[in-house]
């Protein structure tokens, strides 16, 4: 996740980014992955509005959306889900049965299910 161009030519070198996106890692500098649920499927990332204060708090494991008690209620009864750009194929298996990043992000009709090992060799 590398600090965006605009924020580069002001002479930003770092900063905290906050993803839901399912991904391995980034180069450097503090990064908060995997929040989940994500955005688009309602989670906390789509209440986050322009100019919300966000507070991380890494020693205790936190992050604070500083807005008022009632303030994610309301933005929440205004959010609609995202229109996917597809609907068919692996895109709409993908939206529709693989589960949160918490949850393993793997497909929900394999979870507790086991198969045959598959060899490293046997590719």
Same mark, same amino acid.
């Given at each position: 996740?590398?600090?965006?161009?605009?924020?580069?030519?002001?002479?930003?070198?770092?900063?905290?980014?906050?993803?839901?996106?399912?991904?391995?890692?980034?180069?450097?500098?503090?990064?908060?992955? $995997?929040?989940?649920?994500?955005?688009?499927?309602?989670?906390?990332?789509?209440?986050?509005?322009?100019?919300?204060?966000?507070?991380?708090?890494?020693?205790?494991?936190?992050? $604070?959306?500083?807005?008022?008690?009632?303030?994610?209620?309301?933005?929440?009864?205004?959010?609609?889900?995202?229109?996917?750009?597809?609907?068919?194929?692996?895109?709409?298996?993908?939206?529709?049965?693989?589960?949160?990043?918490?949850?393993?992000?793997?497909?929900?009709?394999? %979870?507790?299910?086991?198969?045959?090992? %598959?060899?490293?060799?046997?590719?």
């Amino acid at each position: 996740m590398p600090l965006p161009p605009k924020l580069l030519k002001q002479g930003v070198t770092d900063m905290v980014r906050i993803s839901d996106a399912r991904m391995s890692g980034t180069a450097y500098g503090a990064v908060v992955l $995997h929040v989940a649920p994500e955005a688009a499927a309602g989670g906390p990332l789509a209440l986050v509005q322009n100019g919300d204060i966000v507070e991380l708090d890494v020693i205790k494991r936190k992050l $604070h959306l500083h807005v008022s008690d009632a303030e994610p209620a309301k933005r929440k009864a205004k959010w609609t889900p995202p229109k996917p750009p597809l609907s068919f194929g692996y895109y709409k298996l993908y939206i529709d049965h693989v589960n949160q990043a918490n949850e393993g992000a793997d497909l929900d009709f394999l %979870v507790g299910c086991s198969g045959s090992a %598959v060899l490293r060799d046997n590719h």
